[in-house]
T-cell receptor
């Protein structure tokens, strides 16, 4: 039961261009969404988040967009840098069915930014 | 910058043995979690812990798993009788507020059951 889906296992982008990572979810009770970045042999590192009451949140080169009607969110990185190469996880949380806001993760998208 | 630390970074154990994975959450955080990631799969929630008790656990967290906060700083995950399918990366996480905030993750412990 994939409540959070990242349908692209990998993405390759040229340095300086925009990277767009996509995420879909099925549970309408989710009300908070997060993006984590993960390098090999390290734990996930928090990147940016968005509450369901917003449709956009921006932090430097990173912007997250939320489309609640489509149950879709995306992470934009612009301009992309080689150091952005990592696996990006979308995660969601919300109070529902006894859940206390623990994170539900997607499978991740491996981003490669080529110089 | 405060961080979550986990030890050991890699643990190899024989099937049926008990293992204890250790974590030191960020000092002023109140909510603690264990997640795991089997190779090639998604990160999965195991258990959350608050006020010295489990607040939520997943179906994965069966009777062979237990958690403990033995002192003011450590948070441990014990697997009583390991199985081959317990081989995974285990991540500890903590946050200062339970709901709708980001959790900070440790670097993980790679558990290999042979």
């Amino acid at each position: 039961d994939q409540q959070v889906k990242q349908n692209s296992p990998s993405l390759s982008v040229q340095e300086g261009r925009i990277s767009i990572l996509n995420c879909d979810y099925t549970n309408s009770m989710f009300d908070y969404f997060l993006w984590y970045k993960k390098y090999p042999a390290e734990g996930p590192t928090f990147l940016i988040s968005i509450s369901s009451i917003k449709d956009k949140n921006e932090d430097g080169r990173f912007t997250v967009f939320l489309n609640k009607s489509a149950k879709h969110l995306s992470l934009h990185i612009v301009p992309s840098q080689p150091g952005d190469s990592a696996v990006y996880f979308c995660a969601a949380s919300g109070r529902y069915g006894g859940s206390q806001g623990n994170l539900i993760f997607g499978k991740g998208t491996k981003l490669s930014v080529k110089p | 910058e405060p961080e979550v630390t986990q030890t050991p970074s890699h643990q190899v154990t024989q099937m049926g043995q008990e293992v204890i994975l250790r974590c030191v959450p960020i000092s002023n955080h109140l909510y603690f979690y264990w997640y795991r990631q089997i190779l090639g799969q998604k990160v999965e929630f195991l258990v959350s812990f608050y006020n010295n008790e489990i607040s939520e656990k997943s179906e994965i967290f069966d009777d062979q798993f237990s958690v403990e906060r033995p002192d003011g700083s450590n948070f441990t995950l014990k697997i009583r009788s390991t199985k081959l399918e317990d081989s995974a990366m285990y991540f500890c996480a903590s946050n200062g507020r339970r709901m709708n905030t980001e959790a900070f993750f440790g670097q993980g412990t790679r558990l290999t059951v042979v």
